[in-house]
């Protein structure tokens, strides 16, 4: 698929460029709703890729370092409160106006560009999202 100018820009890319893109929704185990609503664009020079995905026992990421030589050296995340697109609200089984979190990860080589990049939205009734952050330096226990 090509990206056109909006999906460009999440993609930290130019309109027009070329991506292979993979819907990867996430559902709750006991009620079957969905709790993310993902999509997920691979740079198209991996698409070679496609076929191993579904039975890949690992990232998406990993499978294209091993099979191309090529490092992810970061992972950008950002999240942004937004109210989920009716039509999404609606696949995922929430009200129309529901509020949701969208995380974007760009998956990047050492010269900064993003090979992978993952959307996910999540709903915000069906979410906690936490993480801690470490710090690099040595500190005291005291």
Known sequence: MSANAPLAAKLDNQPGKKWMHI??????????KIVVWGNVYVDSKYRDIADEISTYDGFICDL????????????HQELIPLIIPDEIAEEMGLPKGALGLEMIRRYRNSAQKAIEVSINIFSADRTNYQFTLKRT??????
């Open 23 to 32: 819907q990867q929704h996430r559902c709750d185990k006991d009620t079957g």
């Open 64 to 75: 294209i370092e091993e099979r191309h030589g090529v490092t992810i050296s970061d992972i």
């Open 137 to 142: 330096r040595k500190v005291s226990d005291a």
